[in-house]
């Protein structure tokens, strides 16, 4: 195990920030290349963990089970061996057992597990570099490592030299470039975030030229906190973003790459610059598996002549652990005493909820960040609410990304099926509640904004609102221009016009590439946390209802101007949230006004045609194609075109009616009449805007088409 260090600065020709404070089911993968071994060669073993996430827990995985697969391993393939490494987020977004004594417990396990080396991630830096550098430190026995990350201008520590079975290994550290984006500005003052790639290769020719002053090493091992954003196959996980520079330019002195952060499983043989293929490896997250790294390394000239990597799964349970183990009965004692002290807080009830609050769920998984969610919207609420005795808010938004739980009626029906720990695992980060000041302009551009900049980890990521700000989206139409409408409390929202808003100061500094928060006037931080706010509110209000109606639906061909005794057709897509439990979409009502003008009922063909495959980040789910005809008889001027789905969605389309074939000022034949793409010049106005507003117990009759889109 690594000494314990405080911060210091070496003097050396890079200055260096030292932050340093049962049955197992296994598929190893090696290059074709490389199996036969080299007869006689030193085998070293790395076994790598990413995105821990203070998982101190009982099961699901269990702490104690994690701890007991490391020292199955490290018995394996030899104690000197082998080295345990991390590939960052060992902390931040942790569970509440560990969140409310600040990780400590974590950093303890992670301590008694001899952890001896971490890349920093993003969430290192959650509650600031004066935490990392000061009480993380203080409390971790192991190195944190950031290649390219400055401190007043001066790099962090870029690499440790481990010696494992008498080899020299460099490991080098990297964070994710994205990491002011991902965390409060305010914590990284005077903290620059550059290429990881760049600055992983300039630390590997460090390793390599011979000058002992400034460590050398036998073999190279990469440690990213960055990674793939789909473990499916290399071909896939290759999107011409970060990863692929990681996989592909990734100096060839680097014999393996761990990398972290997007939460993703994979055992991939790449080639790096030389041709030669090399293991990268990512472990999912919140210990759900140990990343073996076995590499073979001859004496003599220090090649890597052999791999083998493997992703091993900690069970659920402990059942099976060796507690006669000296290392994981102090891993049980640690785990064991912090869930005692935290099941007496967390224990302590908050309020209810009479059905299932969640994020958006795909592929039978939780957090897809891409989706709009019944707890995203419900938190922007909560926000409005919460400082409506300070100044109030019209406008909330809440990142998806920030959502770390979920409210679940569990037991169903019961009095109080929240407690504190529940509560608090939704909003884990104890930011505070900000307010300022946007024009529409700039709530406008918030909402461009959900597309991430290319070659972000996530391409998309879905804001939650409160009720009173609508739009409707073209995902088909160019960067900066797909939102086609913006409504405020069912009416247009002026550009010119001033809005208060409230956020999270996470937001609100701009985090997650929301960089129009930045720009935000009058902001006042209210003091509030919002973990503390949001169990009051809880409290306040249960049982707290879900909501199943959204607040974005995509939109082809929506009129601005219909005919009397005409049709008018357009399509409406992505009518339901994924949120456990929502109800999806199964009959809709078209009006004119008051007159109703046909039902239509639902179908669940899969149509990609729409916008086409692949348009969008998520797959839209749920389509209605609407034709209905224009009484002859309808006033001519003015009017409110309006869709009532019954899943608790209003469509509403103002709409303009002209007197039939026979009025000259017909013009839906012309260029970009009818469609969405003539809403953009009149944007803020009267007419041509589509809003979506709550609406409960529509009863229709017809045919709608509750379809996904794109793949």
């Known amino acids: 195990m690594s000494p314990k260090n405080q911060c210091r600065f070496a003097a050396s020709a890079v200055a260096v920030v030292t932050l340093v404070g049962g049955t197992l089911v296994v598929v190893p993968s090696s290059a074709g290349a490389q199996e036969d071994q080299a007869a006689g060669g030193n085998e070293i073993t790395l076994l790598g963990i990413n995105d821990f996430h203070g998982r101190i827990n009982a099961e699901g995985p269990s702490t104690v089970a994690f701890a007991d697969t490391i020292q199955t391993l490290r018995s394996e393939y030899g104690e000197d061996s082998t080295a345990l490494i991390s590939s960052g987020d060992n902390i931040g977004a942790s569970l509440f057992a560990s969140s409310f004594e600040q990780d400590e417990p974590t950093i303890d396990v992670l301590n008694a597990l001899g952890l001896e080396t971490s890349a920093v991630g993003n969430h290192e830096f959650d509650r600031g570099i004066d935490d990392l550098g000061g009480r993380v430190s203080d409390s971790a026995d192991w190195s944190h490592l950031a290649a390219n990350v400055t401190v007043d201008g001066e790099q962090m520590q870029p690499y440790e030299v481990l010696d494992i079975n008498g080899v020299k290994v460099g490991v080098i550290g990297a964070v994710t470039e994205e990491t002011p984006a991902l965390v409060s500005p305010t914590g990284i003052e005077g903290v620059e975030f550059s290429d990881p790639v760049d600055a992983v290769n300039e630390a590997a020719k460090d390793l390599k030229d011979g000058n002992e002053d400034n460590g050398e090493a036998d073999v190279i091992v990469a440690s990213y906190h960055e990674g793939a954003a789909t473990g499916a196959s290399l071909e896939a996980a290759r999107d011409g973003g970060v990863f692929s520079k990681i996989v592909d330019e990734t100096s060839a002195d680097v014999s393996a790459i761990y990398t972290g952060h997007t939460h993703q499983t994979y055992t991939f043989e790449a080639p790096g610059p030389d041709g030669e293929d090399r293991p990268v490896i990512q472990t999912g997250s919140y210990a759900s598996n140990i990343g073996r790294v076995t590499l073979t390394v001859d004496p003599e000239t220090h090649d890597v002549t052999g791999y083998e990597q493997e992703n091993v799964p900690v069970p659920s349970k402990a059942d099976a652990a060796n507690l006669s183990d000296p290392v994981v009965a102090e891993v049980k004692e640690i785990v064991d005493g912090t869930l005692q002290r935290a099941k007496v807080e967390g224990e302590k009830p908050v309020g209810a909820v009479s059905g299932d609050i969640t994020t958006a769920h795909a592929g039978g998984k ?275 075109l309006t869709v009532e789905l019954d899943n608790g969605t209003v469509v509403s389309i103002p709409v303009t009616v002209g007197a039939g074939e026979d009025d000259g000022d017909d013009d839906t034949d012309a260029p970009g009449a009818g469609s969405l793409a003539s809403l953009a010049p009149v944007f803020g106005s009267s007419v041509a805007l589509l809003h979506v507003l709550g609406f409960e117990g529509a009863n229709a009759e017809g045919s709608l088409e509750a379809q996904t889109i794109g793949s």
Do not use: C, H
């Open 366 to 640: 939780r957090d897809d960040r891409s989706s709009e969610s019944a707890l995203g919207n419900l938190v922007a609420e909560f926000m409005v609410d919460a400082v409506a005795d300070r100044g109030g808010a019209q406008i909330g938004f809440m990142n998806p990304g920030g959502l770390r739980d979920e409210l679940r009626n569990d037991p169903e029906g019961a009095e109080d099926n929240i407690n504190k720990a529940e509560a608090n695992g939704v909003l884990p980060f104890a930011n505070t509640i900000v307010t300022m000041k946007m024009t529409g302009a700039q709530i406008k551009s918030v909402l461009e904004q959900q597309w991430q900049p290319d070659g972000s980890s996530r391409p998309f990521l879905a804001l939650g609102t409160n009720d009173a700000l609508t739009w409707t989206f073209d995902p088909t139409r160019e960067r900066g221009d797909r939102i086609t409408s913006v409504s405020f409390e069912g009416q247009p929202i002026d550009e010119s016009e001033s809005y208060s808003v409230v956020s999270q100061s996470f937001l609100a500094g701009g985090g997650d590439n929301f960089t129009e928060f930045a720009e935000a006037s009058d902001k006042s931080d209210t003091g509030l946390i919002d973990s503390d706010t949001w169990m009051d509110y809880i409290s306040e209000n249960s049982p707290l209802e879900p909501d199943f109606s959204r607040r974005a639906i995509a939109a082809k061909d929506l009129p601005d101007t219909v005919a009397a005794g005409e049709t008018a057709s357009f399509t409406l897509s992505d009518l339901n949230l994924t949120s456990l439990g929502a109800t999806k979409a199964t009959k809709a009502t078209v009006k004119l006004g008051e007159v109703e003008l046909g039902t239509f009922d639902a179908t669940s063909e899969v149509d990609e045609s729409t916008f086409g495959a692949g348009a969008f980040a998520a797959p839209l789910d749920g389509k209605v194609d609407i034709d209905v005809e224009i009484p002859a008889d309808a006033p001519a001027g003015a009017q409110i």
